[in-house]
């Protein structure tokens, strides 16, 4: 596992949810996002969650000004 959750600059489809997720477990985005799509074919809050994780998890940019501070 690396570093902290954020939603990088690079590397983004959308809003960077899947991309942030994937570095942070060490996994590819392009897998993520797969897995992500796949289990929309299934009963569940997954959208709602992305949803949520996209307000939650902070641009990769403020969490590197924050870090300097």
């Not at 996994?27 to 799509?37: D, E, H, I, K």
């Not at 929309?40 to 000004?65: F, K, S």
């Amino acid at each position: 596992m690396k570093g902290k959750l954020t939603r990088p600059r690079h590397n983004r489809m959308i809003a960077g949810v899947c991309a942030g997720l994937a570095e942070r477990f060490g996994m590819s985005a392009n897998l993520v996002r797969l897995l992500f799509v796949l289990s929309l074919l299934l009963p569940g809050p997954q959208a709602v969650i992305y949803v949520a994780l996209w307000i939650i998890m902070p641009n990769e940019d403020r969490h590197l000004t924050a870090a300097h501070r």
